[in-house]
């Protein structure tokens, strides 16, 4: 899983968008690095992003070969839009290795019978 980042980074990320991050990502690691993207779809209080960061424009599909699977949910921090909220993106973790767990199991045990 690749938990993308909320926000731009000035000197960093300024200019990628979910896809973006996504091809870097595979560009330095290789193809195959990532099966779940989770991705913010709540930019925050504007008045609370530190510039010049934006919010991460949810631009998909990225240029690669297999493009990951997309899992949007409210991660962001209210009272500081630039950064990740720790519950919130805990519950989502968790939510999605629970759902991906599930299904890898039933794939695993399918292919083994």
Partial sequence: MYVCNVATQDGET???DLAGHVEALV???GPGIVDVVLANNRP?????LRGPSQP???????TISTAP??????????????RHDP???????????????????RGSASRSA
Avoid: F, K
Avoid at 56 to 62: D, S
């Fill in 14 to 16: 300024a200019d990628l």
């Fill in 27 to 29: 560009a330095h690691a």
């Fill in 44 to 48: 925050g209080d504007p008045g609370s």
């Fill in 56 to 62: 991460v424009r949810l631009t998909w599909p990225p």
């Fill in 69 to 82: 699977r997309v899992v949007l949910d409210d991660v962001v921090d209210a009272d500081a839009a630039q």
């Fill in 87 to 105: 519950d919130r993106l805990a519950t989502a973790v968790l939510r999605i290795l629970d759902r991906e767990g599930t299904a890898r199991r």
